[in-house]
């Protein structure tokens, strides 16, 4: 499904940047644009529509997508890259609806998620693509390793028990 990612520019007060950008709206069944439209524009704020992302769904995250939909207002994550400078426009570079997915994208990179409210046809399409492909996985606990039968330590040190060369 094709989703129309709306961006609004604040003006701030701070030492190095202009402006403040965030996702704010989805548009679902938005057409492809070249670049981006301006929306609404006056002293307070811009609105633009930045871009046009394909939302994907996959099977192995139906879990995720079970977890949003839970939740009293399910989310869509927008995934943004920052601009050149600190006052450009921000680059959208993914839309999801798993929150999971959403975390690992602000886990060590210079990328930013900003959760925007689910639309109800979205919320529509999601479950019924869950209900269509979620398998319940059982939780499956790890065994913990056996203690060592011949008792010697692991750390590389002398067998015998003894601590070793005396240093001083």
């Known amino acids: 499904m094709p989703l129309g990612v709306i961006l609004e520019r604040r003006p701030i007060e ?3 940047a202009t402006w403040s950008w965030r996702a704010i709206a989805v548009i ?3 057409t492809q644009i070249d670049s981006p ?3 609404v524009r006056d002293e307070a704020a811009a609105r ?12 192995k995250e139906t879990e995720g997508y079970r977890v949003n ?3 009293p207002q399910p989310q869509i994550y927008v995934g943004l890259r920052p601009g050149d400078t600190d006052d450009d426009m921000p680059s959208p570079f993914v839309v999801t609806v798993c929150p999971f997915e959403a975390e690992d ?6 990328e930013r998620v900003d959760a925007v409210p689910m639309p109800q046809e979205v919320a529509a399409l999601v479950g019924h693509f869950v209900d269509a492909h979620h398998v319940e996985e059982p939780f499956v606990k790890r065994k913990r390793q ?6 010697d ?5 002398p067998r015998d028990g003894t601590r070793g060369p005396r240093y001083g």
């Open 48 to 59: 633009f529509h930045a871009v046009t992302l394909d939302l994907g769904l996959h099977r």
């Open 146 to 151: 056996g203690q060592n039968p011949r008792g």
């Open 105 to 110: 994208y602000e886990i060590g990179g210079d």
């Open 37 to 39: 439209r301006t929306l």
């Open 14 to 16: 701070h030492a190095w």
């Open 69 to 71: 939909l839970s939740q």
């Open 28 to 30: 679902p069944g938005a």
């Open 153 to 157: 330590r692991k750390s590389g040190g």
